[in-house]
């Protein structure tokens, strides 16, 4: 923990030049299936929504699953900047990374983020 011990200092963060706020990951689903079994997708949007309010919450209570998944150190994993997890679905979140992907060639050309949700207001908006 170089940082910590006041041997070394951050340089740059790289993904703030892509927005301050964006989706990192997220489960996916064909919309075929998910559009057949509805209840299971907004179940399961519903159940990781508050385990992942429940985990932003409490860091320090989490602490030690993150050190036994990681094998870092638990005092280490105390002083770490923990990430926020998102508990909602929002299109504005998505719509960075779809941006940035078109700039640099990753992808041929931009697309509204929304196209990639499900039609359906009960789950788009989680």
Same mark, same amino acid.
């Given at each position: &923990?170089?940082? *910590?011990?006041?041997?070394?200092?951050?340089?740059?963060? =790289?993904?703030?030049?892509?927005?301050?706020?964006?989706?990192?990951?997220?489960?996916?689903?064909?919309? +075929?299936?998910? $559009?057949?079994?509805?209840? #299971?997708?907004?179940?399961?949007?519903? #159940? &990781?929504?508050?385990?992942?309010?429940?985990?932003? *919450?409490?860091?320090? %209570?989490?602490? =030690?699953?993150? $050190? %036994?998944?990681?094998? #870092?150190?638990?005092? +280490?994993?105390?002083? &770490?900047?923990?990430?926020?997890?998102?508990?909602?679905?929002?299109?504005?979140?998505?719509?960075?990374?779809?941006?940035?992907?078109?700039?640099?060639?990753?992808?041929?050309?931009?697309?509204?983020?929304?196209?990639?949700?499900?039609?359906?207001?009960?789950?788009?908006?989680?």
């Amino acid at each position: &923990m170089s940082i *910590a011990g006041g041997t070394s200092k951050t340089l740059a963060d =790289p993904l703030a030049a892509i927005a301050n706020e964006f989706l990192v990951s997220a489960y996916i689903a064909r919309s +075929d299936w998910a $559009s057949r079994h509805r209840d #299971v997708v907004r179940t399961f949007a519903r #159940v &990781m929504a508050a385990a992942t309010a429940y985990v932003n *919450a409490h860091f320090a %209570e989490t602490g =030690p699953l993150v $050190s %036994e998944l990681t094998k #870092v150190p638990l005092p +280490d994993v105390a002083k &770490m900047n923990r990430s926020i997890g998102g508990t909602k679905l929002d299109a504005s979140l998505i719509q960075p990374c779809i941006d940035v992907a078109a700039k640099y060639g990753a992808i041929e050309h931009s697309f509204p983020a929304r196209e990639l949700l499900l039609k359906t207001s009960n789950t788009a908006k989680r």
